[in-house]
């Protein structure tokens, strides 16, 4: 697992948005974006410097689903969960994915990281996948199968 991000790249994000409190979301998105994660320390640096309780930084991290509090894997898989997705085999792909890569949502297995999410606007290509910020529709078992091993091949 990544070590948690310096104190030093968490204050310069705070600046870059003036150090206003009501930008917690803001600011938080672009830690994501950034490192990837939002780590434990990075909370409480948050509070102090937004002069925010950290259960108030703790509320909008878990409200969220994009702001994750452990480490990613190399590469992020997310399977889209919503009723058009579903009516075309979404739940199956799911299972699929559960088994296959041996880790169920918001966890890591070989370096890839599986996560629900809610809509892709992909719907009349369903069921769809995000990979890596990749949208990909039509996703069958087999073709997520492939879609991963091409990860690992590329690193």
């Not at 705070?14 to 909370?43: C, M, N, Y």
């Not at 088994?99 to 169920?104: D, F, I």
């Not at 999410?117 to 069921?127: E, F, Q, S, T």
């Amino acid at each position: 697992m990544r070590q948690g991000i310096e104190r030093e790249a968490i204050s310069t994000i705070v600046s870059e948005f003036g150090g206003k409190p009501e930008l917690l979301v803001q600011i938080l998105q672009a830690i994501v974006t950034r490192h990837g994660w939002v780590p434990e320390d990075a909370i409480r640096q948050l509070a102090f410097e937004l002069n925010l309780s950290r259960a108030d930084v703790y509320g909008v991290v878990n409200y969220y689903h994009d702001f994750r509090t452990e480490a990613p894997g190399k590469h992020i898989v997310k399977i889209c969960q919503a009723e058009a997705c579903q009516a075309m085999g979404s739940r199956a792909l799911t299972a699929h994915a559960h088994e296959s890569l041996g880790a169920s949502f918001h966890e890591t297995s070989d370096d890839v990281t599986l996560e629900p999410v809610y809509c892709l606007g992909n719907c009349a290509c369903a069921p769809a996948i995000m990979i890596d910020n990749k949208t990909h529709g039509r996703v069958d078992a087999s073709r997520f199968d492939s879609l991963v091993e091409g990860l690992r091949e590329s690193g």
